[in-house]
């Protein structure tokens, strides 16, 4: 590890966390463990005060590249998966590309009168219906995130009657005849709350990352509307981005 350079005008908390920074996604790339010294052994190392170790690594607990476990000490946090929101790819589909095995356990299912914002949404008229099916959804076993998906009951009538621990896509796509071809999605990040905290196995108070889709056929008719909370522990959202020509 690179001794901090105490000429630099560059604060030591800072150098300590880009040094751990980048010792972190090196043993990553190499499939390799590695452990975070304690902040007794850091300030020893670097002839530095515990509260610039603690400092740094506070950094690196909010960039979620490390976790403190309290009487136990530091480690590092699981690699995040990266999702690409540039592409419209179910969850199954997306644990199947990863190599992990997909799993979903039905929460709750009803058939119910949707919320104004929901029938808007599904552009449905007064009287119409709406499926609510809550599902976890996990990769190799581990949560990853909870979905809710609103779809029009006149569209999928004996929707509830089928496997819902499959592919919902696959599902509406080979049954109903109901292709999802595109969709406009809002992301925020907010506190889990402790319903969802225990069904994702989640320390209370953690962040997530709460997602509304709105999914449309390539007729833009609109088939589902779906609510998820993410693990942010466990994934990043990624979107490119490109200068509009007319800029």
């Known amino acids: 590890m690179p001794a901090i350079n105490k000429q630099s005008r560059i604060p030591y908390y800072f150098q300590l966390a880009d040094t751990l920074r980048q010792q972190i996604k090196d043993a990553a790339a190499r499939g390799r463990a590695m452990s975070v010294p304690s902040e007794n052994e850091l300030a020893d190392k670097h002839q530095i005060s515990r509260a610039t170790v603690r400092h740094a690594l506070d950094i690196l607990e909010r960039e979620g590249l490390i976790y403190k476990a309290r009487g136990k000490g530091t480690f590092i946090a699981k690699a995040r998966a990266k999702y690409e929101l540039t592409w419209l790819v179910p969850t199954t589909e997306d644990i199947l590309r990863r190599g992990w095995k997909p799993g979903t356990q039905t929460i709750s299912t009803q058939r119910i009168a949707p919320v104004p914002s929901i029938a808007t ?127």
């Open 121 to 247: 949404a599904l552009e449905l008229g007064n009287g119409d219906e709406v499926f609510e099916i809550h599902r976890l959804r996990t990769a190799d076993g581990e949560p990853i995130c909870l979905q809710w998906s609103y779809l029009p009951a006149q569209l999928c009538p004996d929707l509830l009657e089928q496997n819902l621990t499959a592919s919902l896509t696959q599902l509406l796509e080979e049954r109903y005849g109901l292709r999802l071809w595109t969709a406009r999605s809002i992301l925020r990040a907010r506190l889990v709350q402790p319903a969802e905290a225990k069904l994702l196995q989640i320390p209370r108070n953690s962040p997530v990352i709460y997602i509304e889709q709105n999914t449309f056929t390539p007729e833009g008719h609109a088939v589902e509307f779906l609510k998820s909370v993410w693990r942010s522990d466990r994934y990043d959202f990624v979107v490119n981005l490109s200068r509009s020509l007319t800029a």
